[in-house]
């Protein structure tokens, strides 16, 4: 099974993507996790994307693609695969139809979550993550277990993003009206978009999500 999960910054697509990751064992490709690793390790393509995502601009689609065929070429097949963050654009829609169909893979749903952008920015500017695994947390709507102490690993170093500020989600929020919406016709067009409520609370996010893909048994 290969989804994409779609909807504007802080919508929830990485907080559901670990969840299905944890329930259904599928792998996260979540092409913002993956450039701000090549950020971090300094790579070729750290160093082009390190601007462009600190303004809250989309990187090439070129890049995105290239990366996202790399990571779809290391699992098996029989692995399902939820594409978190991508594609954003028309031209990366059709590209991950051919990366798709070059490697045996079919797609069978684009969840979208349904959010009110103006409720967003509190997620965003609240949200943190591990510093050491990366789990997500919030301020106030996901703290850990025990304060200050990652549930998953134990770590007590956190961290924050540098594109999370009110400013730059705005024209994150920008991009994703402008040129990431418009790739729904697309998939409408194929019968595969379902719309999730995404103001739900976290737990009936991932229930309403769980319905749609129990149906591919
Ligand atoms: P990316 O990392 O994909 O960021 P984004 O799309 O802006 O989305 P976010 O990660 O901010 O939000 P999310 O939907 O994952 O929300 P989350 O689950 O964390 O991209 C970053 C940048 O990389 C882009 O701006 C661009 O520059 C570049 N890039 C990436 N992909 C690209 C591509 N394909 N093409 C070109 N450029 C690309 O949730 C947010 C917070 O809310 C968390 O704290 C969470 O705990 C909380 N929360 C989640 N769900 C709920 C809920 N139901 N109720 C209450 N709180 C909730
Ligand atoms: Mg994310
Ligand atoms: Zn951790």
């Known amino acids: 099974m290969n989804i994409i999960l779609l909807g504007p910054p802080g ?3 990485g907080t559901q993507a670990s969840q299905l990751v944890e329930t259904r064992g599928m792998i996260q490709l979540s092409t913002g996790d993956m450039l701000r690793a090549a950020v971090k390790a300094g790579t ?3 160093l082009k994307a390190k601007a462009v995502m600190d303004a809250g601009e989309l990187v090439s689609d070129e890049i995105v693609s290239g990366i996202i065929g790399e990571a779809l ?19 990366q829609a059709h590209a991950l139809d051919d990366i ?25 500017v609240g949200r943190y993550t591990c510093a050491k695994c990366g789990a997500g947390y919030h301020d106030t709507f996901k703290k850990p277990r025990v304060a200050g102490v990652c549930d998953v690993c134990g770590s007590t170093e956190f961290k924050r993003r ?12 920008a ?8 790739i729904l016709p697309i998939y409408e067009a194929r019968g595969l978009v379902r719309r999730v409520d995404g103001m739900a609370d976290i737990a009936h996010v991932s229930a309403a999500i769980d319905a749609i893909l129990g149906a591919m048994g």
């Open 100 to 124: 798709l169909s070059t490697r045996g893979r079919t797609l069978d749903f684009v969840i979208e979550l349904e959010v009110d952008e103006a409720q967003l920015i509190e997620r965003i």
């Open 175 to 182: 991009e994703y009206r402008a040129k990431t919406a418009p």
């Open 73 to 91: 070429d290391a699992l098996p097949l029989t692995t399902g695969v939820i594409f978190d963050g991508y594609p954003r654009t028309a031209a």
């Open 44 to 46: 070729a393509v750290g």
């Open 11 to 13: 919508a929830g697509k």
């Open 162 to 173: 540098p594109d999370d500020n009110a400013e730059t989600v705005r024209t994150r929020m």
